[in-house]
């Protein structure tokens, strides 16, 4: 099956700990995204990645790092700068189309929580 | 349309009956929107997507419409069914990220309407 695989599906941190969330892709897309979702917002942009080795901020990218080592992988750190982690963590990738028009494919997220 | 503070906007429809979701966007410049579906505890979905030189793009049992001179998009669901219930929402391209020459664009999406769908 192509698709996009993120795990784990529920994540727990500890005051002071860095978690990293994992994000792989077979659909053999070069772009993949990081968003954040809080409750009554849109999807906000963490990080992007164009291709591999190559990685962007989006909007709210303090307290979180990224690497793209892989084409297949993008895993988004989690650090204890972010001081309001809670979310729910959404990957996306994107093939590449004419003049960018092509959709962004989600996995199925990570629900992070603070214990 | 977009929510206020923390409250979806909702829509409550009868199985069978056609539901009309409606979107404002932001950027009279934005050329590709795409609509979305979220089920619960779940990552989007993509339901279906249309470019700014068309106004009408028909898919299975959904069809969108685009009015840019009011910068605004409806997703109609027809004979919609309990199987439909999910939040959906809208994005829009509004221009490249980055130093991409323009070949990546960056999506901005509303903040969803939930669907609720009553046997």
């Known amino acids: 099956d192509g698709g996009i695989t993120q795990s784990p599906k529920y994540l727990f941190r500890k005051e002071g700990q860095n978690v990293t969330l994992s994000c792989e892709q077979n659909?053999?897309?070069?772009?993949m995204y990081w968003y954040r979702q809080d409750p009554g917002q849109g999807l906000r942009l963490i990080y992007y990645?164009?291709?591999?080795?190559?990685?962007q901020k989006g909007d709210i990218a303090e307290g979180y790092s990224v690497s793209r080592e892989k084409k297949e992988s993008f895993p988004l750190t989690v650090t204890s700068a972010q001081k309001n982690p809670t979310a729910f963590y959404l990957c996306?990738?994107?093939?590449?189309?004419?003049?960018?028009?092509?959709?962004?494919?989600f996995g199925d997220g990570t629900r992070l929580s603070i214990l | 349309g977009e929510s206020v503070g923390l409250h979806l906007p909702t829509l409550s429809v009868q199985e069978g009956d056609n539901s009309i979701i409606n979107c404002a966007y932001s950027?009279?410049?934005?050329?590709?929107f795409i609509w979305y579906k979220q089920e619960s505890g779940k990552g989007p979905q993509f339901i279906i997507d249309?470019?700014?030189?068309?106004d009408k793009r028909q898919g299975q049992r959904v069809t969108v419409l685009l009015n840019k001179t009011v910068k605004h998009l409806s997703l109609q669901i027809a004979a919609t069914q309990p199987g439909d219930s999910a939040v959906y929402f809208c994005?829009?391209?509004?221009?490249?990220?980055?130093?991409?020459?323009?070949?990546?664009?960056?999506?901005?999406f509303g903040k969803g309407t939930l669907l609720t769908v009553n046997p």
């Open positions: 249309i470019r700014s030189n068309m």
């Open positions: 996306a990738s994107r093939g590449q189309g004419a003049r960018g028009n092509q959709p962004q494919h």
């Open positions: 950027n009279s410049a934005s050329d590709y």
């Open positions: 990645s164009q291709i591999v080795n190559d990685f």
């Open positions: 659909l053999n897309h070069d772009a």
């Open positions: 994005a829009e391209n509004m221009g490249a990220l980055g130093n991409s020459g323009g070949s990546n664009y960056k999506l901005t």
